[in-house]
Each structure stands twice: as C-alpha cells, then as structure tokens.
C-alpha cells in the first residue's frame, strides 16, 4: 500500500505525460490512461520547455489521467508545479471509453501572461527537451532538501540559462 491516504486522479497534458520525469518526481509511475480535456488550449511559453493550459471555451487538450495520486505525491506535484499554477477539478473524457471523469489539474494563474503563445507538442518536447527536462527534475529534487532550496521555477531557470550560455537555445 501507498504511503499518503487519499487518491487522487490528476490529469497531465506536458512534461507529467512523460513517465521518466513522474518517475523522478515521485519514485513510480502510476497507472495512466489516455484523456481529453474539453474548453481549454495547451499553450506553449517564451523561455520555458514545458506548457501550460487556459480555458478558452473551444479547444482541446490530449492528456493522461494518472490515477491513484496520494496526498504526500500531489503535495510533491504542487511544489513542483510551484506558484505558476493553480491546482483546480476539471472534467475530462477519456480516451478509450468516453467516460466522464472528475480530475484535478494545474492551470496557468496569469490568464494575461505575454509569455503564452501558439501550441505546445509533447512529442517535439520528448525529441528535443526530455533528456535536458529531466536531469533539471533531478537537480530541483536534490535542491530542494538544501536549506536554501530552491523553487523549480528557479532551479530550472538556473539550468536552461546554463544550456542558454553553452549554445543550446531555449524556446523563443
């Protein structure tokens, strides 16, 4: 049994789709299925690698539900997540069955945010930001057990401002 009482099903539509960096963050993969989420849009943001997501009353998202969450591993996704995002309960569809589904899920809080712009792909993130995404994910976790730890908001700037300087552009 899972150590952290309730479970949690959270639907993830970026860089949490990717098994590894759940892994990382919550040392398991949980189970997942394929999931949509109805009236929002993926967006992707200037100098960040990973997405987030807005309503907008027309769009789609592809996503996962991870299922079982529990309070100690969302507690872990909310600071990983950080000040960035609001946790809220949305409905999805899933995938496979077309059932209805109650779930938690982070939103952007800066609706007016002049970072967002276009669509974020999670397979052109898997080809060129996965690798670098999650040595970033190790550091914030190695990071945040220092006394002075670090956001991941702070630790990933740190990380990617570095790949900056070494030639490898972040998105623009």
């Known amino acids: 049994m899972l150590s952290g009482k309730a479970a949690y099903d959270l639907f993830v539509y970026g860089s949490l789709q990717e098994p590894e960096v759940v892994y990382v ?21 200037k100098g960040r690698v990973y997405p987030t997501i807005l ?18 591993e969302l507690k872990m996704l909310d600071e990983f997540e950080d000040v960035e995002y609001d946790r809220k309960t949305v409905e999805v569809m899933l995938t496979d069955t077309s059932e209805k589904l109650q779930v938690e899920t982070y939103v952007w809080k800066n609706k007016d945010d002049p970072d967002l712009y276009g669509e974020w792909d999670f397979e052109e ?14 550091k914030f976790l190695e990071n945040r057990r220092l006394p002075e730890a670090k956001t991941r908001m702070d630790t990933f700037k740190t990380f990617f401002k570095q790949d900056l300087e070494n030639g490898k552009p972040l998105d623009s």
């Open 125 to 138: 993130w898997r080809q060129h930001d996965k690798e670098d995404f999650v040595t970033a994910t190790k």
């Open 55 to 72: 309503p907008d009353g027309t769009g789609k998202v592809n996503g996962k539900v991870l299922k079982g969450i529990t309070d100690d």
């Open 25 to 45: 963050l919550l040392n398991r993969v949980p189970d997942h299925v394929s999931a949509v989420l109805s009236g929002f849009h993926r967006f992707r943001l």
